[in-house]
Nanobody
């Protein structure tokens, strides 16, 4: 497993942007597929985006496609989530997660390591 630490959350007005970062410990970061999930109060954890370990293939939740971009820098053991055109409904705690299974998983159960999350709040 890897240890994951998210950063970059905060309060932003609707239409604004934020970039989240997730830094992993360990020397095998480039063997993990990395994902972002979010959870709003009273709601289930929701898939946001994933990037594969090899070839950086990506997948997104349809509701965020075109607004959010996931990327990774293996030299820095870091995965990013660029969020543009933010809406109040994007308000949630955003979690970074790592999966050893390869590919582009999208279900929480497919990820074995999780960060503690970072709060994103979007005001109208």
């Amino acid at each position: 497993q890897v240890q994951l630490v998210e950063s970059g959350g905060g309060l932003v007005q609707a239409g604004g942007s934020l970039r989240l970062s997730c830094t992993a410990s360990g020397r095998t970061f480039d063997s993990y597929s990395m994902g972002w999930f979010r959870q709003a109060p009273g709601k289930e954890r929701e898939f946001v985006a994933v990037i594969s370990a090899i070839a950086s293939v990506t997948d997104y939740n349809d509701s965020m496609k075109g607004r959010f971009t996931i990327s990774r820098d293996n030299a820095k053991n870091t995965v990013y989530l660029q969020m543009n055109s933010l809406k109040p409904e994007d308000t949630a705690v955003y979690y970074c997660a790592a999966s050893e299974g390869g590919g582009i998983p999208s279900k929480p159960a497919q990820f074995g390591s999780w960060g503690r999350g970072t709060q994103v709040s979007v005001s109208s």
